[in-house]
């Protein structure tokens, strides 16, 4: 479905041709048809010649609605501008362009109206100028009169055309219907409509409502006046929901898909188009089909952070505008770069804030969230709008990758000044590490633990054979003792069994990372590996199994594994001829 919103100045004939299109009265009030006007939003829809659907939300032009106007085109994504050919370009044709300007509309089409009364050229020329040096751009134009219905032909292929172009909605988004009506129906409860941007709903969805705790779930689902099992964006769609009282929602809330958004009260924003320099500190934020009262403070040229009275789930990159409700003036275009900034508490931080802030531009950035947060739960940065696409590094938890080695390196040397302190003890306890790095979660820690530093008995140290059970810490030291200045050779099987290393003992003591297991009954100090990688890279390159074996001392029992094993973990390199060379 194509959805689009009209806008224009109050009695330019947005209703009368909507009537016209639709044969649907978008003036759903009885005093709207009794002064003639619209007041609040209208709806229709009709069939285009290429057989698709287009939904119109109707607004007002007058200006005491401008509220009202607003919270139809919030979350539309093309407009219909409408200019009357005897009375031409007014202030609400410019309030309006303006703020579909401001909230970055960039698909459009203007109909002179009433062109049966007038020359349509002069307010074609001047509306066609106007919108061009907008969003909207270069947009095609039809002279139309609701009265006589000449032009209407022409006006549907142009509707047809414009549709066309729209991009389609992104099916899998989360949902986020910004509600612009609510009402009740007897016998079925309350129903809330909405232009429905994105995402999918169904009957039987549970949904948050933007502000409550408790969820609510689909009853029903309407669109174009019949009842659906399921509606994809885009789309206008009635919504029932079971055992909500209407109270709870009205125009301004929004029903979203759980867990998939944050209620935000504070965000960082870029002013669009032409900001006012000297931006009052009270203004109102429009964004989808709310309105609500924010404190502006400034922090660079074009960037400003917004305290807003009441939260609303916004994501980064949102497009919304500020509006000075005493001068009826839209003051600018606003697009969301940050949901989720830091205070400004230290002297020079809002300085700071505004240098980060020309960096971005709204665009979801994953490295750059991350280059900032350093450290973020998956999550959080998904409700921020900002898609995940890395994989965590401990639970749901993402890091900067600078960061995360960073973390690993203070891991070592924090250890170690422990170990220095504390000469006693069997490590430094985890928490005690977690607390020293800032981290919030065990896990954190637990990750950033690299051999040859492992966790022991909630401790992180290095292998300790004083951590094992005695009777193998005594056999691991005595081959410490006997071996430790031959390192690359193994006891033999008959050795093993006096020493009381068994295969149970040996796993204990290789698990411990206190002995290194080659074959089931070869065995080597941990250390073995480093030392032979060392030995081998003095020999000239490439070299045999049997010069490798002579240089590390040993016998072919353990040169043959030993060497498979550095194959492995890609320390040496088997050639063809079956030599090897030290990978450096
Ligand atoms: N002659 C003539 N009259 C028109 C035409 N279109 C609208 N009108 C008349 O202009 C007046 C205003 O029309 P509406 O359609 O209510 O105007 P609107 O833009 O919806 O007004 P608001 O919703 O209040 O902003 C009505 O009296 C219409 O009959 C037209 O093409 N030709
Ligand atoms: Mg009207």
Redesign the pocket.
């Known amino acids: 479905m194509f959805v689009v919103a009209t806008a224009?100045?109050?009695?330019?004939?947005?209703?009368?041709?909507v009537?016209a299109l639709t044969g649907m009265e978008p003036?759903r009030w009885a005093e709207e048809r009794r002064r003639?006007?619209?007041i609040d939003l209208g709806f229709a829809w009709t069939t285009l010649p290429s057989g698709g659907t287009v939904a119109f939300v109707?607004?007002?032009?007058?200006e005491r609605f401008v509220p009202n106007m607003l919270a139809g085109v919030g979350p539309v994504p093309a407009a219909l501008i409408?200019v009357?050919a005897d009375e031409g370009w007014m202030p609400q044709s410019a309030e309006h362009l303006a703020a579909l300007d401001a909230l970055g509309v960039a698909y459009g089409l203007l109909a002179v109206?009433?062109?049966?009364?007038a020359d349509p050229g002069p307010a074609t020329a001047r509306a066609l100028a106007e919108i061009a040096a907008t969003s909207l751009g270069a947009v095609p134009s039809v002279a139309?009169?609701?009265?006589?219905g000449a032009g209407l032909p022409e006006l549907r292929t142009a509707l047809d055309h414009l549709a066309a172009r729209v991009p389609a909605a992104v099916v899998d988004d989360p949902v986020r219907l910004w509600v612009d009506r609510s009402f009740t129906v007897r016998g079925s409860g309350t129903v809330v409509t909405g232009t429905l941007g994105g995402g999918r709903l169904r009957v039987g969805d549970e949904l948050e409502v933007a502000g409550a705790d408790e969820p609510v779930r689909v009853r029903g689902l309407h669109s174009l006046g019949e009842a659906r099992p399921e509606v994809t964006a885009v789309a206008r769609v009635a919504v029932n929901l079971r055992g909500t009282p209407r109270d709870r929602l009205g125009r301004g809330d929004a029903l979203l898909t759980p867990g998939r958004f944050h209620r935000i009260d504070l965000v960082d924003v870029r002013l669009t188009g032409d900001p006012a320099a000297d931006l009052p500190a009270t203004l109102t934020l429009h964004v989808g089909s709310a309105a609500v009262p924010v404190r502006v403070r400034p922090l660079g040229t074009d960037t400003v952070r917004l305290r807003l009275a009441r939260p609303l789930p916004l994501l980064v990159g949102d497009r919304a505008l500020l509006r000075d409700p005493g001068r009826h003036h839209v003051s600018g275009g606003v697009r969301v770069l940050d949901v989720a900034p830091p205070p400004l508490a230290r002297r020079g931080a809002a300085a700071a804030r505004a240098q980060v802030l020309t960096e971005l531009d709204g665009r979801p950035d994953l490295a750059g969230e991350l280059r900032r947060r350093r450290l973020v739960r998956a999550g959080a940065l998904t409700r921020m709008g900002v898609p995940v696409h890395t994989a965590p590094v401990a639970g749901d938890w993402l890091a900067d990758p600078v960061h995360w080695q960073r973390l690993g390196e203070q891991v070592t040397e924090e250890v170690a000044r422990y170990a220095r302190d504390h000469p006693l003890e069997p490590g430094m306890p985890v928490d005690a590490l977690r607390q020293r790095l800032a981290l919030p979660e065990r896990a954190l820690v637990e990750a950033l633990v690299r051999p040859p530093l492992r966790i022991h008995a909630g401790r992180v140290g290095t292998a300790s054979v004083d951590a094992l059970p005695e009777p193998v810490a005594r056999a691991v030291r005595r081959v410490r003792a006997e071996y430790g200045d031959r390192p690359f050779r193994a006891p033999e099987a008959d050795r093993l069994v006096d020493l009381g290393l068994g295969p149970r003992e040996i796993g204990t003591a290789v698990r411990a990372g206190a002995l290194l297991r080659l074959t089931d009954n070869v065995v080597l100090l941990p250390d073995a590996l480093d030392g032979a990688v060392r030995v081998l890279a003095g020999l000239p390159q490439p070299f045999t199994l049997s010069a490798a074996r002579q240089a590390l001392d040993t016998t072919r029992r353990v040169a043959v594994p030993l060497l498979e094993l550095l194959d492995r973990r890609g320390a040496t390199r088997r050639l063809p001829d079956d030599a090897r060379i030290v990978v450096t």
């Open positions: 224009g100045h109050v009695d330019h004939g947005k209703s009368t041709l009537r003036d003639g006007m619209t109707d607004v007002p032009g007058h409408v009357a109206t009433r062109a049966d009364l139309v009169s609701g009265l006589t």
